[in-house]
């Protein structure tokens, strides 16, 4: 499972979110609107960099990778084939 940059920036602990497509680049980080008038930013406090938004979501996308990988290498173990485990789970589709 792709990793997606929302979850990135939900992962720091003063994301309030935003409204509009996800940022894809850094101009278009620094440009995100909040998601409510509650909120004057879309981070409470300092914003992190869009290098450590990447870098957050390359943390996590390593950490599904590992799990998703030791699943398939459970199921393997127990001699399932790709459509056993397909059955089980199909996100793991990428994986196998």
């Known amino acids: 499972m792709k990793i997606k940059i929302d979850t990135a920036m939900d992962a720091f602990s003063n994301f309030n979110g935003y409204v509009g497509n996800p940022p ?8 995100l609107k909040p998601h409510t008038l509650n909120f004057d930013s879309v ?7 869009w290098a450590q938004v990447l870098a ?30 397909l059955a089980i789970d199909e996100t793991l589709k990428d994986y196998l």
């Open 56 to 85: 957050k979501q390359t943390e996590l996308q390593t950490e599904e990778d590992t799990k998703c990988n030791n699943k398939v290498s459970a199921y393997r173990k127990l001699s399932m084939t790709d459509a056993e485990i």
């Open 43 to 49: 981070w409470s406090g300092t914003a992190p960099t």
């Open 24 to 31: 894809t680049n850094e101009t278009e980080f620094l440009s």
